[in-house]
């Protein structure tokens, strides 16, 4: 999430105040922004945490929200509504950063996250040892090694932000 923070302060220059939408019934959001808040003072921004822990919260959340950008953290309540909270955040021009690609694509100014196909492409390598007889607890834990980074030009002209060149020139990907 400290990298999200990073690249919407860069795009939204002006943001002094990010809201944070979290899920409360998803334990590794209890974390959040408490995981991100030594780089949010080096930035000089302030959070508000927002609960969304169903789709019928969405719009209560965002009825709440007093920010000037907004972080998506991963989650699956987010993931399958995300068509719903990137209208809603466009309706309201408000920035918004999430995780994985499929974020931008629905609409989201900003993604940074994991490269799906990289991940999936892993994990085969793991059912192919766990196929092959090796034991769960002997295979190494792996992170993810190949992030992107994508932004949503048309998403930054129906919301009237204007992505400096040097944030779009760091993205791996550009919608237009």
Known sequence: M????ELIKHAVPTASRIAVLVDATNSTHARVPGN?????RTLKVHFQRIEASTPTDIENAF???RADALMIPEGAMFSQNRGRIFEIATSKRLPTIAGGQQFAEAGGLLSYGANIAE????????VDKLLKGSKPQELPIERPTRFEFVVNLKTAKQIGVKIP????ARADRVIK
């Open 2 to 5: 400290g990298k999200r923070l």
């Open 63 to 65: 009825a709440a929200i």
């Open 119 to 126: 991940t999936c492409r892993r994990s085969a390598s793991f």
């Open 165 to 168: 060149p040097s944030v779009v």
């Open 36 to 40: 991100i808040e030594e780089e949010a």
